[in-house]
C-alpha cells in the first residue's frame, strides 16, 4: 500500500516539475489573456517560443482578411514587446490549409484604385516588420500556402511544409488578372531567382512541398504520419508545431542558420543575374513570351514583369512603390474583375445544391469505351470508384482500357503518381463485353455513338439488368434527353452528363435535367461530377442543352466566314487573337467534322432561321470525302504525328471555291469578323437564361469559358456584357442584323438590359 | 496489494524517465516472485484441444548472429543454413532419415542457390529423399517456415519438420540493370554476327549502373527505418525513450550472454577463420553517447538513428519440431508446445511495424488467454520507437476501437516479462533466421525463469505481423 502511495507522489512530483520549466514539455502553455478574446489567431508561449495559431472561425480556410490582419500585427506587436519570448511560430490549425490567400472580397469591396494601393502597402508594411524581427519566425506549413499566405511565409526567417499532396505553394494572383501585392514581386526573386519567380508568378502554378524544398522555398520538410494516438491530419499538425518549435528555439539560439547552401547551378545563376546584360536579356525574353502568349490581352503578366525589374533595378523602395500602385490599378481593370468573376463561379459550382444523394454512388457502370467512355473511366477510377467499362467489341474495350492505362502512366512520368499507385488505381477498372455485374450498379454512363435508336436500345438492354436506384445518365452532346428518355420505364432515373473531350482535362460538366428527373437523380450525379474533380453547370433539356447551343451559332458564322474567302489560318488567327484559347477552325477539326455536321443539322432544323449562317453543305462535303478533322488526319488542317506545325488541307480548296459566297464589304473587317463570332455567341447564351435553361448566369459563364473556351479575360458572355454594355452589342448586333437578318437579332433579355443600363446580370 | 502494484506498474506512462523506471526494477522483481502462485490461476491449465495433435519444439539452435562484413562475409547463405542444420542434429542426435520436410525461410534470396533449405539440406547430409522447400515474408519468414511445419505436422502429412530460416546481408544480389539484361539476352539469341554487332552497336555507357536490392517498401517506396522514424513521431516516442530502450535491450543481452543463457546458440567453425561462438552485435554504450548520433533517415530531426534500430545482420537458425507421440516415441524431452498462431496485415504506410499490435489481441482471443496469462513476451525489435509505438497502440483504446474494431485494447507487455535476453536491437536481426529466434527464446525463458505461456509477435515488411503462443512443457 504505502510503495503504491509513494509511486503515486512521485508521478505528481514529476507532473509539477515539468509545469515549472516549461522548457521541458510542450503541452503546457502560459496562459495569455488574449486566448480568449481573439477569434482568428491565438498564441501560447512554449518555453521561449511563441506559436501563433492561425484558425478563422466558421470556414474551411484562413483568408488574410482585414480583422486576421489587425489580429495578427497585435499579436506579433506583443510577441516582440515580450523579453520572454525568443522566437516564434506560425501554425494554422486548420488541416489542408495554412493561409489561402487575400480575402477576394476585401479586394472587390474597393471603390478606386488608391484604395487598394493602400491596403498593398498595408500589407507591405507589416510583412516587412517580420523580415526585419530580430527573433525569428519560422512558418510552419501544412495546407494551401497561396498568394498573399506565401507572401507571409516568405517574410519569415524560416519556412518548414508538411511533404504531403494538400501542401501547396504557389502565387495565383495572376490567375485573377492581379499581381502579389504585399511584397511578393519583390521578395520571390530574391529567395528562389528571378527566372524560378517569374515562372511561379506568370503561370500562378501551385509548387508542392518537396519542389519547394528544392526551389529553396522552403526549409525543411516534415513528413506526414499516420494515425497514432490521434487522427493523423490532426497529430501531423501537432508533430509539424513541435518540429517548428525545435528549429525556433535552435534559430534564436544560434545554432543554425537562416543561410541556405547554394547548390551550383543556383549559384551560376545568381551570378549571371548580376550582370545587367543578362538581366535586360531575362526581361525582354519573358515579356517577348508573354506577349505571345496573353496576345496583349492581360495585364497582370506585364505589370508582374515591370514591378519585378523596378525592384531589381531602382531597389526596394522604388520596387514597393511600384508593386502596390500597379496593384491597384490591376484591381480595377475589366480583365482582373472578370477573373475573379469566374473564380466566385467556379467555387459556386463546386458545389452540390441539391443536397446529398440517398445512395452514395460506389459502382459505377459506363457503356462505350470510346474517347469519352475512356475518359470517364479515368477520372472515376482514380477517385477510388469500382467502374466497370462495357465496349460492344473487344478492340474498341482494348483500345478504351490503354486510353485509361496512359493517362494513369502519364502521371507516373510526371511523378504525380507512383507505379504501384497506378496499378491499384486500374484495379479499380473492370473491362468487359456483357452486362456482367451491372446488377449492382448505383450509376451507369452511356457514351455509345450518338445515335437516338442505339442509345434507346442500350437503356432498355440497361434497364433490364440494373438494380431499381440506378441512375442512367446519357453523355450526350446534343440529342435532346427527354426524348431518350422516353423509352424508359422509370424517366426520373434519366439524366444527361455532357462530358468535354479530353475528359481528364476539361474541367466542365454540364448536366441536364429533364421535366422528370427527379432531384435525387440529379444530386446524385453532381456528387459524382464533383467527385471526378468536374465544375459543374445544371441545365434544362433542350436542342443543344447550353454550351453546344451557343456554340452552334457562332460555328454557323464560322462557316459563313470560311464561304467569304477568308481562310482557316486567318479565322484561327482572329479568334485567338480575340482570346479564345483554340482557334474556331482548328476547334472544328478537334471536334470533329462529322460531329459538328450531326449538330449543324440538329440544331438547324429545331431553330430553323436563327441557326443560319454558312451552308452545312461545307461540312457534308468534308465528311464525304474522310477530313474528319484531327481524327481522320486531315480536316481544315493536315495533322502528322510529331509535325508541330500544322499545314492547310489544300484538297478542301476546291470545295470552298464551289461553295464561295461574296463578302459584304462593310460587315468584313477584321473586327467586324470577330465581332460576328462572338456577338452570336453571347445573343444565344443570354436567350438560354431568358428561356430558362440556364439557372443563373454564372453557370452561363462557367459553361462557355470552361467548357467552350470564351475568352476568360471577358469572364463569360454574361459578365462581359456587364463589363462593356449591353447597348454596345445590341449595336453590333443590329449592323449585322441589318446585314445578314434573323440570326443577329438581339433577343429580348438581352435589349431589356441594354434599355436600362443598371441592369445587370451581377448585381 | 500485488495487483494494485502491478496496476500502477502497468500505467506508468512510458514517457516517465529512465531513472524513476530504473528505481522500480527491485518493485518490479519482487512483484514477479510473488506472482509466481499466480501461475495456477492461469485462466486456462493448457491449450492441448481435443482432436488435434500437440505438436513440440523438441530443440532449436542458432548460429551466432553476427554483423554483417564481419566473419561470415566470405560465406554463401547456404553455408549459414548448413551449419545451423549440422548444430540441430549434434545438439538432438535426430536420425537424419526421420526427418520428413525441411523448410526454411529467408528474404534477400541469393539466386543461385533460390531454394536455399533444398541446398543446405544436402551439404548437411540428409537425405536426398527428404523435400525441402523456402518460403519468404520478410521478417517473419522464419515464423512462416515453423508454422508450415506446424501445418504440415497437424494435417497429419508428417511427424518430424525441420524448419529454419537463413539470411546473408554480407553479399546481396546486384543486378545489371534491366537494359544491359535484355541486351545479353537478346545477344544470345542472336544467330549471324550482323544481329549481334548491331545489338552491341546499341550499347550505351549507363547500361551498366547496377540495380540494387530494394531497400524500400515496394508499394510505398519508403524505407524501413523512415517508416519508423514516422511511425514514432505518430505515437510521439521521443528520441530519449528510444535510446533508452535500444540500451535497455544490449544491457539485458549482454547480462544473458554473461550468464550463458543465450543456449542456443551453437559454435560455428568458419573456414579459415576461427570458430565463432557468441553474437557480436551486443554493444551496451551510454545514453550520452548515443544521443550524439545523427538521425539515420528523417534528417536533421528524425529520433531513429543507428544505435536504436537492429542492424544488418548475418545468421541463421533451425529447430527441430515433431508431433509430441513421436517425440516421446524417440525418447525426447520436448522443450515446448507450439499453440495458436495468427497472422496479420494493415496498412503498409503508416502502419507498417505495427503488426505485433494487431496480432497479440488476435492470438490471445484465439487461444482464449488474456494479456495476464503471459509468463514470457518475446518481440521482435525492428526498432525502439517501432517497439514503443506497439506499446502504445497496445495500451489505447481510441486506437484499437478506430483502427482495430475492437471495443477495447489489449494493454501494453508488463516491461519486466519482456524481452528480457535481449532482442534483435542487440542480438541482431538477420531478416530470415529471427522468428525461431523468438520462439526459442520464449521456450527457453519459460523453462528458466518458470511460467507456462510465451507470447511472439513480429511485424514484417509489406505491413504484415504475427504472433503465436508457445506453451512450456511439463517438465
Known sequence: MVASRAIGSLRRFAASRTLRCPGYTCRNFSASSALLTRTHINYGVKGDVAVVRINSPNSKVNTLSRELQSEFIEVMNEIWANDQIRSAVLVSSKPGCFIAGADINMLASCKSAEEVTQLSQEGQRMFEKLEKSTKPIVAAISGSCLGGGLELAISCQYRIATKDRKTVLGTPEVLLGILPG????????????????????????????????????????????????????????????????????????????????????????????????????????????????????????????????????????????????????????????????????????????????????????????????????????????????KDATLAGLDRGQQQVFKGLNDKVKKKALTSFERDSIFSNLTGQLDYQGFEKADMVIEAVFEDLNLKHRVLKEVEAVVPDHCVFASNTSALPISQIASVSKRPEKVIGMHYFSPVDKMQLLEIITTEKTSKDTTASVVAVGLKQGKVIIVVKDGPGFYTTRCLAPMMSEVLRILQEGVDPKKLDSLTTSFGFPVGAATLVDEVGVDVAKHVAEDLGKAFGERFEGGSVELLKQMVSRGFLGRKSGKGFYIYQEGVKNKSLNSDLDGILASLKVPPKSDVCSDEDLQYRLVTRFVNEAIMCLQEGILATPAEGDIGAVFGLGFPPCLGGPFRYVDLYGAQKIVDRLRKYEAAYGKPFTPCQLLIDHANSPNKKFYQ | MTSILTYTLKNLPSTSKWALRFSLRPLSCSSQLRATPAAQTKSKKTLAKPNIRNIVVVEGVRIPFLQSGTSYKELMPHDLARAALLGLLHRTSVPKDVVDYIIFGTVIQEVKTSNVAREAALGAGFSDKTPAHTVTMACISANQAMTTGVGLIASGQCDVVVAGGVELMSDVPIRHSRKMRKMLLDLNKAKTLGQRLSLISKFRLNFLSPELPAVAEFSTSETMGHSADRLAAAFAVSRLDQDEYALRSHSLAKKAQDEGLLSDVVPFKVPGKDTVTKDNGIRPSSLEQMAKLKPAFIKPYGTVTAANSSFLTDGASAMLIMAEEKALAMGYKPKAYLRDFVYVSQDPKDQLLLGPTYATPKVLERAGLTMTDIDAFEFHEAFSGQILANFKAMDSDWFAQNYMGRKTKVGSPPLEKFNNWGGSLSLGHPFGATGCRLVMAAANRLRKEGGQYGLVAACAAGGQGHAMIVEAYPK
Open chain 1, 182 to 389: 504585399a511584397g511578393g514581386t519583390q521578395r520571390l526573386p530574391k529567395m528562389v531567382g528571378v527566372p524560378a519567380a517569374f515562372d511561379m508568378m506568370l503561370t500562378g502554378r501551385n509548387i508542392r512541398a518537396d519542389r519547394a524544398k528544392k526551389m529553396g522555398l522552403v526549409d525543411q520538410l516534415v513528413e506526414p504520419l499516420g494515425p497514432g494516438l490521434k487522427p493523423s491530419e490532426e497529430r501531423t499538425i501537432e508533430y509539424l508545431e513541435e518540429v517548428a518549435v525545435t528549429f525556433a528555439k535552435e534559430l534564436s539560439d544560434k545554432k543554425i542558420s537562416v543561410k541556405r547552401d547554394k547548390g551550383l547551378v543556383e549559384k551560376l545563376t545568381s551570378y549571371a543575374m548580376s550582370i545587367p546584360f543578362v538581366r535586360q536579356q531575362i526581361y525582354k525574353k519573358v515579356e517577348e513570351k508573354v506577349q505571345k502568349q496573353t496576345k496583349g490581352l492581360y495585364p497582370a503578366p506585364l505589370k508582374i514583369i515591370d514591378a519585378v525589374k523596378t525592384g531589381i533595378e531602382q531597389g526596394n523602395d522604388a520596387g514597393y512603390v511600384s508593386e502596390s500602385q500597379k496593384f491597384g490599378e490591376l484591381a480595377m481593370t475589366k480583365e482582373s474583375k472578370a477573373l475573379m468573376g469566374l473564380y466566385h463561379g467556379q467555387v459556386l459550382c463546386k458545389k452540390n445544391k441539391f443536397g446529398t444523394p440517398q445512395k452514395d454512388v460506389k459502382h459505377l457502370a459506363i457503356l462505350g469505351a470510346g474517347l469519352m467512355g475512356a475518359g470517364i473511366a479515368q477520372v472515376s477510377v482514380d477517385k477510388g470508384i469500382k467502374t466497370i467499362l
